[in-house]
């Protein structure tokens, strides 16, 4: 009997189909179905990735597209883990399928997340071969059938009390007192008849008189008296010591260097749930997109490596305002969305398969340097509509060498939405021009892969001033 293939079904992105990597027959050999999306195929516009693809692979991919609901609940766990702004419209519905055809292979949500840090998962395993449907069902007939068993006892005890006090009231009303005057017969068969109130007191009296006389003899026992008891109650608490506490070590109430071990991998697998983590994946996704990962991961949805690996731990960057500790995944923007301060910095995080842990990773001593953020601004100086700007009949405003002409110090100023246009207007250059030269060569050097500058520079104040 062959064994099982590792996956069942391969949710493909189409990074993974561009580099061609793994191979058609790795994904073939190792996955029972492959299936993505539409637009995946329409994304492919090179031509030898395309052919290659509508030649190989194509024949066993199965295009299949989420329903509305799985595509919300994916979008909304986005929002919370702050990946929604980078994702596109093809990733979301990637990251839809992989949760849809997860609930159904798996009858359910039971080992996902529904919010990122969530400690532990949704549920525990349906039963065996229960279905999604089937399970929904078993819910709802299983909270009919407790509503109907808590309305049902008490409409009889209703029927009851309201029947009770009209018929059985008057009939047992004088029957009653006897009754209760009768008990005294039953404990003691030689007492006859009502007792008359003298015999009582007296009764009642000797009885605390007898009770007096015990309690104090009790208070001055014999030497003999109270040797017996020293001798004896030890004896007995050392034969009941080794039962407590073989009772308490059958229960594992205690942490010993022989059980600790088995402690800790407890405790390990019922934080994280690795206990329910499956040999066969009935449902893993191949991206290489690091938002995407970094979803899989924290929903606890199976990701797995170019080599068909299951990957466990994540590895990535993104962007933090030093000023007001806001984070992004945009790593194009320069201003904090927040404080709109330029203190954006590249930090490094990483995303843990267990327990869906996300934890960003700061330098231990980092001082932020100051140098060149205080300088004088030059004057305001007019000009004209189309930018520039004319001084006295022609001449350059904005400081000593017109340095100040540009400067730019917020997002939403005209100068730096300009910059932002002028470089996506760009050409790009073709390499393989036969009129092309480098830059070394014609001695020009060009800004276009850089970032508009922000500030006056560092050595602002370095400046010799004549």
Known sequence: MESPKPIHTLILDSGPILKNDPAVSTLVGQCEALVTVPLVIAE????????????????????????PGSLRTVSDFARKTGDYEVLSRTDLLV????????????????????????????????????????VELEKTATGKSDDVAATSPEEPALENKSSDPVTEDPIQAPTEEPESGSKPTDEDPEFKGDPEPSDTLQAASEDISTRLEDKHLSQTPSATEEAEPDIALPAESKQEEPASASDESDDGGWITPSNIKKRQAKDQSSASGTSHEQKVMQAAALTTDFAMQNVLLQMNLNLVSPSLQRVRHLKTYMLRCHACFATTKDMTRQFCSRC????????????????GEFRVHLKKNMQWNTRGDRYSIPKAVGGSANGKINVGGGGKGGGKGGWGQSLILAEDQKEYQRALKGREQLKVTNLLDEDYLPGIFTGERTRSSRRPKVGAGRDVNSKRRR
């Open 44 to 67: 492919i516009r090179d031509a030898a990735a395309r052919s290659r693809l509508e030649t190989t692979l194509l024949p066993f991919l199965t295009l299949r597209d989420p329903n």
């Open 95 to 134: 990251l839809a399928l992989a949760y849809e055809i997860e609930c159904e292979r798996n009858g359910g949500d039971w080992r996902l997340r529904k919010t990122p840090g969530q400690k532990r998962l949704n549920g525990a395993p349906p039963k065996l071969g229960t279905s999604l449907d089937e």
């Open 340 to 355: 709109g301060k330029p203190t954006m910095l590249r930090v490094s995080c990483s995303t843990h398969a267990r327990g």
